[in-house]
């Protein structure tokens, strides 16, 4: 990405969408929306003073809504161009509030509130897509429970609690317990300040709220407006200790997820959604297992799927290396329903299929390896280029061409046509570009039909 972000032959317009095309094979011309970030990317340094200071706090999407960020954002910490972006949907002053927080921290003066997106034109021979897959949403599969059992996650929100630069630095911290941290810190903070209003009415009457409360409910001080108001402030106070004081007890018991489920296929070889095999799950299931019991040796990881496709050089040998040093077991047989047990524990229930037995087991967190399925806007960019989708909305191409779409000059690569792995996308990348270059340095091949 470096490499590509320094390259004197590439221009990257990143933050963009491209909005139209015309023109044939050898003479495209594409129109691009290059999105505002708000931010002068030329100036911004990427220190990333101006997010410290900006008190508009979201949901991080890069963190799968794990973690936060601020309304101004650097997407990931690799990002190229390394610039900040202001998120106009959630920024105050963006939304008609007094704030400009960022615009004043900036010293490289680099905030522009009036910057507007920019339409370019660009002339270009071949195009190619390369606009990779969205993960199957896991909450069709009503009996998965994902969006109502907090510890049933998906391998990205896996990886992403795996990641030293991810939410929890790469603690396996489980997110029914980070809920409960967090509605601690909410609590604590609330106490704080209950707190300092009753310190002004002990200093007032020297007196503890405690003791004084008592007095109070024995019917002493009726008609006294003063130390009425100091006890419906000392009721709201322990309306606030006392779950605070019992979710602190229950933090204390609080570890790493180190029984951890993966079930494969979740809407790969699925008739009710796609019937392929995604290629890619069996293997990254593994490799999350195995970094899991690399940063906690006592993880134990059970695999389930209808069978473990490792298929690729080396592969089967990784697999079996994380059944023998990784404290990884397979298990044959898809999962049935995933149900909520005691203490957040999801409990998977599951066929063993070479047992021939029906079984309950409970983990500590279960990761749903979920389909390859194509981008959203898919059909929408599909239109705007003029290509053909096959019929589960990837790409089309032919089995011959496997980067040719069926419109001349415009090829595809990576998960954009098929779920691959990386070195597949990026052999497959390796080609589109070759297609490309024969479009653009053989004059002849131009001569194809128009897309619009
Ligand atoms: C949990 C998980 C773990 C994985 N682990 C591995 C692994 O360890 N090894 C491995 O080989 N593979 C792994 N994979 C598979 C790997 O993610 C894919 O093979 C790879 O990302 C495909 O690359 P791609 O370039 O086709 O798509 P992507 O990586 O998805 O890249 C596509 C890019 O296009 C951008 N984009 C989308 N739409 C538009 C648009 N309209 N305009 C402009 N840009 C757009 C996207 O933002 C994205 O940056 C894993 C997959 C998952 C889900
Ligand atoms: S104007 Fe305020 S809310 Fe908006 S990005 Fe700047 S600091 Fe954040
Ligand atoms: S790679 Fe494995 S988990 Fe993924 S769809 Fe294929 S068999 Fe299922």
Redesign the pocket.
């Known amino acids: 990405m470096l490499d590509v972000g320094r390259h004197p032959n590439i221009e990257l317009l990143a933050y ?3 909005e139209g095309l015309k023109g044939t094979a050898g003479e495209f011309t594409i129109t691009v929306r290059k999105k505002t970030r708000y931010v002068e990317e030329d100036k911004c340094t990427g220190c990333g003073a101006c997010a410290e200071k900006c008190p508009t706090v979201v949901p991080d999407a890069f963190n799968e809504g794990l973690g936060e960020r601020k309304a101004i954002y650097s997407y990931f910490a690799q990002g190229i161009p390394s610039t900040h972006t202001i998120d106009a949907d959630h920024c105050r002053q963006l939304n008609g509030k007094k704030c400009g927080i960022c615009a004043k921290t900036c010293q490289a003066d680099a905030i522009n509130f009036d910057k507007k997106d920019q339409v370019i034109e660009l002339d270009v021979g071949a195009v190619i897509i ?4 969205d ?1 199957f949403d896991p909450s069709q599969i009503p009996e998965y429970h994902y969006t109502e059992i907090p510890n049933v996650v998906t ?2 929100e ?2 992403r609690l795996l990641s030293a630069s991810g939410p929890t630095e790469g603690h396996l911290d489980r997110p029914s317990d980070r809920a409960v941290l967090k509605e601690i810190a909410s609590l604590e903070k609330q106490a704080k300040k209950s707190q300092k209003t009753l310190a002004r009415f002990e200093e007032k009457y020297n007196e503890s709220s405690a003791s004084f409360y008592d007095k109070f409910q024995g019917g002493q001080y009726e008609g006294d407006e003063d130390r009425q108001k100091w006890a419906d402030k000392y009721a709201a106070h322990l309306a606030i200790v006392e779950p605070l004081e019992s979710l602190q007890k229950k933090a204390e018991g609080f570890t790493v997820a180190r029984r951890l489920a993966f079930i494969q296929c979740v809407g790969s070889r699925d008739f009710r959604f796609y019937p392929f095999c995604s290629g ?2 069996c ?2 299931s593994i ?1 999350e297992a195995i970094i899991a019991h690399e940063h906690e040796p006592e993880t134990a990881s059970v695999i389930f799927g209808m069978d473990i496709r490792a298929v690729g050089k080396g592969f089967e040998e990784y697999k079996i290396r994380g059944g023998n040093d990784s404290n990884v077991s397979y298990v044959r047989g898809r999962v049935a329903e995933i149900s909520a047990g005691p203490d957040d524990n999801p409990v998977v229930t599951f066929e063993d299929t070479r047992e021939r037995k029906v079984k309950n087991q409970a983990f500590d967190l279960v990761v749903l390896a ?1 389909a ?1 399925a194509p ?1 959203k ?1 898919m059909a929408a ?1 599909a239109e705007t280029l003029g290509v053909a989708l096959d019929p589960y909305g990837f790409i089309k191409t032919s089995p011959l061409s496997p980067v040719d779409t069926e419109t001349p000059g415009i090829f595809v ?4 046509e098929s779920p ?6 990026v052999a497959q ?1 390796s080609s589109a570009a070759e297609r490309a270059a024969e479009v653009v340095f053989q004059p002849e091949m131009k001569e194809e039909k128009a897309v619009a």
Do not use: N, Q
């Open positions: 963009s969408e491209v390369a606009a990779g897959y993960v391998a990205i896996f990886e890619y799950c293997m990254h490799k979920t390859c981008i806007g960019l690569c990576g998960c954009a691959m792995d990386v070195p597949e996308s990348a």
